[in-house]
C-alpha cells in the first residue's frame, strides 16, 4: 500500500512538473472582448491625439534637457487624463550631451558647405585634414595603422531600405564602430554617410561609442546628398574639410520612467508590460521615434481601462526615458525588477519603438516559450484580421524591453512595417506629418488586443528569473 501511495505522490509531483504543466489558453469569452476592442480601436483616436499632444506641446526631448523634464510631466498628465489608476515614476541617471552648434566645409579650389550633424556622444572641436573615403566599416578597419594620421576618415556605406530594417545594423554600426576604428588609424576626425535610406539634405544623428583608451575625435554625420557631394569631390583628387562642432557631455541628470497602470481584477500583481520611450533625439519632433510608441500604448492602455470589467492581470505602460544614448530606461526598469524579485511576475512585455507603420507580423519568446504556443498562436488568430501573420520562428524583444527579457522575461514582436523608416529616423523630418493615422490605429487595435488576451491568459508565457540571451528583434 505505502508503494502505491509513494507511486500516486511521484505522479502527482511530475505532473505538477513545467514538463507535464497544462498549455497556456485564453478563455472564449476574452477572445469575443478582444473582437470588439480590436473594432473600437480601428474607430478611435486617442493614439493620434497623445502622438499630436506630445510632439506640439513638448516638441523635441532629447535625453538631460530641459524639454526631458516637461515630457515626464506631460507623461504623468497624460495617463492620469486617459484613467490609468495608477501613475507613478522611477529615476534612471545617465550622463547628459548637450549639442549647440555644427558646422562642415570643404576647403580649398571648390570650397562650398557640407551639411552635417553631430553624432551624439562626441566631443567639441575644430578639426580639419585631407578626407579619406572607404566604402564601408570593414574596409575602414582593413587600412594600415597610422595611415590616417592627420586626416578625417569619410565612411561612405550606403543602407538599403526594407520592411524589417535589416541593414540598419551595418548602417548603425559605422556610427557606433567608426570612430573608434578612425582613431586607432591615426585620424583628427571622422565623417560618415547617414545611416539612412532618404535623399533629402537632412543628416542622421545617433549615438556612437569610443572605446575605451582611445582619445574621442569630432564625429559627424553627413546628409546623404552631401556624402554623394563629398565622394565626387574625393574622387576628383585631395580634398580637405574643415569639421566644427560644438557639443559634449556636461555632467549626469536624473530623468524618470514615468508609468501608468490598469489594475488587474484578480491577479494584480503579474503585469503585462507595453510601452514605447519618451525621449526624441533634438533634430525633429520625436514623432515616429518614438512618441508614437507612447501613443499606441497608452491608447491601447485606456481602452482596456473603459471596458467594464477590468483585465485579470494589470496592464502595465511604460514611457521609457533615454533610449537614444543606451537604453537607459529599459535597463533601470529590468534591474528594478530583477532586485525585487519581479523578473517571474512580467506575464509578457512589448515595445513600440520602429515608427508607426502598418504591424504585419506576430510572435512571443521566453525562456520557457513551449507551454505558451497555443495561447500566442490564438492571439496571432484575433490578430489575423488586422492583416497581421503569426510568424513562429521569427522577432526579437523591442529595446527597452530587451534588458528586462535578458534576465528571463517574457517578450512578444509586434512587427511594424518599416519600408520609410530610415528615411526620417533622427532626422528634422521626424514630424507629425509623416504618420498615417490610419496605421496608427491599426497598431493600437493590435497593442490593444495584445495586451487583453495576455493578460486573460490561463497560464503564463514562460518568464523565470535567469540570464538569457534574447535573439534581435
Known amino acids: 500500500m505505502r508503494r502505491r501511495v509513494l507511486a500516486f505522490a511521484s505522479t502527482l509531483a511530475l505532473l505538477a512538473s513545467p514538463a507535464f504543466a497544462a498549455p497556456t489558453t485564453l478563455p472564449p469569452a476574452s477572445l469575443a472582448t478582444a473582437a470588439q476592442l480590436r473594432e473600437q480601436a480601428l474607430a478611435d483616436d486617442t493614439g493620434w491625439k497623445v502622438v ?62 557640407l551639411t552635417i550633424t553631430a553624432l551624439g556622444g562626441s566631443p567639441g572641436g575644430t578639426v580639419e585634414g585631407e578626407v579619406v573615403r572607404f566604402a564601408d566599416l570593414a574596409a575602414l578597419q582593413a587600412a594600415p595603422e597610422g595611415s590616417l594620421k592627420g586626416k578625417i576618415a569619410f565612411v561612405d556605406y550606403q543602407m538599403t531600405a526594407s520592411r524589417d530594417g535589416r541593414d540598419y545594423g551595418n548602417g548603425g554600426a559605422v556610427r557606433s564602430k567608426g570612430p573608434s576604428e578612425a582613431i586607432r588609424k591615426g585620424a583628427v576626425g571622422f565623417v560618415m554617410r547617414s545611416a539612412g535610406t532618404d535623399s533629402h539634405r537632412v543628416p542622421h544623428t545617433g549615438i556612437t561609442r569610443f572605446d575605451e583608451g582611445l582619445t574621442p575625435v569630432p564625429s559627424a554625420a553627413l546628409s546623404v546628398p552631401d556624402a554623394n557631394q563629398l565622394a565626387r569631390l574625393v574622387a576628383r583628387g585631395s580634398t580637405r574639410i574643415r569639421l566644427a562642432l560644438d557639443c559634449g557631455w556636461n555632467g549626469e541628470y536624473t530623468s524618470q520612467n514615468v508609468i501608468g497602470e490598469i489594475t488587474g481584477r484578480t491577479l494584480p ?68 525588477r530583477a532586485a525585487a524579485g519581479e523578473v517571474a511576475l512580467t506575464q509578457i512585455a512589448a515595445e513600440s519603438d520602429f515608427g508607426a507603420g502598418r504591424i504585419y507580423a506576430f510572435n512571443t519568446g521566453s525562456p520557457n516559450p513551449a507551454d505558451s504556443r497555443e495561447a500566442t498562436r490564438q492571439i496571432a488568430e484575433a490578430l489575423k484580421p488586422l492583416g497581421i501573420e503569426y510568424a513562429p520562428n521569427d522577432g526579437g524583444p523591442g529595446p527597452d524591453v530587451s534588458p528586462l527579457a535578458a534576465k528571463g522575461g517574457a517578450w512578444a514582436w509586434l512587427a511594424q512595417d518599416g519600408s520609410d523608416y530610415f528615411d526620417l529616423h533622427h532626422t528634422a523630418d521626424d514630424t507629425l506629418d509623416k504618420i498615417d493615422p490610419a496605421a496608427l490605429a491599426q497598431n493600437v487595435a493590435a497593442y490593444t488586443v495584445f495586451a487583453w488576451l495576455a493578460a486573460e491568459a490561463d497560464g503564463n508565457f514562460g518568464s523565470e528569473a535567469k540570464d538569457v540571451t534574447p535573439p534581435s528583434e
Open 52 to 113: 499630436e499632444s506630445l510632439t506640439t506641446e513638448v516638441g523635441p526631448r532629447v535625453a538631460g534637457s530641459e524639454a526631458d523634464a516637461r515630457a515626464v510631466e506631460w507623461a504623468k498628465a497624460k495617463f492620469k487624463q486617459l484613467g490609468f489608476d495608477k501613475v507613478w515614476t522611477e529615476p534612471v541617471t545617465f550622463p547628459k550631451w548637450e549639442r549647440r552648434s555644427e558646422r562642415a566645409e570643404v576647403l580649398g579650389a571648390h570650397a562650398q558647405p
Open 269 to 336: 500583481k503579474e503585469v503585462v508590460v507595453i510601452g514605447g520611450h519618451l525621449d526624441s533625439w533634438d533634430l525633429g519632433t520625436g514623432a515616429i521615434d518614438d512618441a508614437a510608441g507612447v501613443g499606441i500604448t497608452m491608447a491601447a492602455g485606456h481602452l482596456i481601462g473603459k471596458l467594464k470589467q477590468a483585465p485579470r492581470r494589470t496592464i502595465r505602460v511604460i514611457a521609457f526615458a533615454n533610449e537614444e544614448q543606451g537604453l537607459h530606461g529599459g535597463k533601470a526598469y529590468a534591474n528594478a
